[in-house]
């Protein structure tokens, strides 16, 4: 299995399972079905509300000894409404005691969006904090601590440009490990992943499978990434699915990946995607796909209703 370093020299299994939009009443299954296939580690938040579910499904693979607590690297997320000072520590708590862990790997703030604590997603103007109210500067201080506490081993973000790391990077302090973006062959983040690797901060790719199960009906004519000729072209010369392609692309980058799935059979098989090598003239056809889309446009926390623009979230 893959793993990349940070800076102390602690590894991070590079293919982990996505557990968004998992429900309660499958994700338990799905968390010890990938333990069982090999899976080191489970991306989780807050936010997805299930946090109980994942912690039971590891409770269930420590208790049957698939594996003790070191061998996992387990995340989860700072959510919007958390980002004051004081919200941060009783946060990851919660989140620490729904997943029944004592510690994270790694802890990471989900937004660079605020929003009034309670508000689990802001429709009007009056929900959300702006960067004055609550500047991103505050909570990274408060998500220091969290590791100087040993609560979170590491901290990072997600969803944070070029912009937003410039404003972390230049505090004292602890930077930034780990930027959790979506990123596949039609969003490979070409100048963030440069920015990210100059200043010492590894990458996750979430979304890599372009997210069918979050496409509302206004997406119905987004392009589909798991169907794209090219991405099937090369999943039958490896004789693997396209979703093995997809997930192998981002380990071949050096960048962990995220796929999501509650389903055993394809939990098993996108684990294969960190035995595969995909081959340079593969990786050059996946280059140029010629079709670029952001699946997660982040428009629900921007626009008329909100203080923030999409220049807060995307160069
Ligand atoms: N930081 C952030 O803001 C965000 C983080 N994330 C994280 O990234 C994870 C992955 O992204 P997500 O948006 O869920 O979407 P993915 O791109 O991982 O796609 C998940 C969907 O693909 C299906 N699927 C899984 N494997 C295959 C396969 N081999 N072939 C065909 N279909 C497949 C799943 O169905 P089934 O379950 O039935 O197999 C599900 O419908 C999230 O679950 C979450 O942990 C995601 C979005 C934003
Ligand atoms: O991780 C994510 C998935 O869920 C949320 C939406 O419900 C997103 O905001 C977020 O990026």
Not at 45 to 53: D, G, R, S, T, V
Not at 285 to 304: P, W
């Amino acid at each position: 299995m893959k793993t990349l370093s940070f800076k102390n020299g602690d590894t991070l299994p590079a293919l982990g399972l996505g557990t968004w939009k998992s429900k309660p009443g499958e994700v338990r299954k799905a968390v010890y079905w990938a333990i069982q296939a090999g899976y080191r580690h489970i991306d989780c938040a807050a936010i997805y509300q299930n946090e109980k579910e994942v912690g039971q499904g590891i409770s269930d693979a420590f208790s049957d000894g698939l594996v003790k607590r070191s061998d996992l690297f387990v995340t989860s997320k700072l959510w919007n409404d958390c980002h004051r000072h004081e919200d941060v520590k009783p946060a990851l708590e919660k989140s620490l005691e729904n997943l029944r862990l004592d510690y994270l790997d790694l802890y990471l703030v989900h937004w660079p969006i605020s929003f009034k604590h309670g508000v689990t997603f802001a429709s009007h103007r009056e929900e959300f904090y702006t960067y004055q109210d609550v500047p991103l500067t505050q909570t990274w201080e408060a998500m220091q601590e969290q590791k100087a506490s040993g609560m979170a081993k590491h901290i990072g973000v997600s969803n944070f440009n070029q912009t937003k790391l410039r404003e972390i990077l230049a505090m004292k302090g602890e930077s930034p490990e780990m930027n959790q973006v979506e990123m596949h062959p039609f969003l490979p983040q070409l100048p963030l992943v440069n920015f990210c690797k100059e200043n010492g901060i590894l990458m996750t790719a979430y979304s890599p499978l372009g997210s069918p199960d979050s496409r509302a009906e206004k997406h119905k004519n987004d392009p589909v990434l798991l169907t794209n000729p090219m991405v099937e072209e090369i999943a039958k010369k490896y004789g693997v699915n396209p979703g093995v392609i997809l997930i192998a692309w981002s380990l071949h980058r050096d960048i962990a990946v995220i796929p999501k799935s509650v389903n055993h059979d394809r939990i098993f098989s996108n684990f294969e995607a960190s035995k595969i090598q995909l081959r340079d003239e593969d990786m050059l056809e996946l280059r140029d796909l010629g079709i670029a889309h952001r699946f997660i446009d982040g428009s629900f926390f921007t626009g008329a209703h909100s203080p923030y623009k999409q220049s807060d979230l995307w160069d």
